[in-house]
């Protein structure tokens, strides 16, 4: 094997075997975290697009939560349910707060349970 190969050479610099090293570590990282999400999709959608769509998923969960909490702190203040969610100090002033980021349906408010829902398929137990 030549002395360009090895791994230590005497500049310092990342050798080839070093950087194939990186690369296949990289992937097997990316295989181990994202595959267990990644089976069961169709195979139409890229890697990429589920990462992107599974980002959003999350935000939906996370607005939802959010809204959650600002109910019960309103319930708490006035001793009823807010009559809709614009009663609401959710702190963002984005008019998208209240969509689901990945379907963009409005949320379902439902003022007599005072429960806030997603409408978009596969959300409803968010
Ligand atoms: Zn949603």
Redesign the pocket.
């Known amino acids: 094997m030549s002395k360009r190969l090895s791994i230590e050479n005497e500049r310092g610099s990342w050798s080839l075997i070093g950087l194939l090293a990186a690369l296949v570590i990289g992937l097997l990282l990316v295989v181990v975290f994202l595959g267990p999400q990644l089976k069961g999709r169709s195979g139409a959608q890229t890697t990429a697009g589920q990462a992107i769509e599974k980002s959003?998923?999350v935000e939906?969960?996370a607005?939802?939560r959010q809204v959650r909490m600002a109910i019960d702190m309103y319930r708490a203040e006035h001793q009823a349910a807010p009559a809709s969610v614009a009663d609401l100090n959710i702190g963002t002033s984005n008019p998208d707060f209240f969509k689901?980021?990945?379907?963009h349906?409005d949320?379902v408010y439902d003022s007599q349970a005072a429960a806030i829902r997603?409408?978009?398929p596969g959300?409803e137990s968010?």
């Open positions: 959003h998923e939906c969960q607005n939802l689901c980021p990945v379907g349906e949320y997603c409408p978009h959300h968010f």
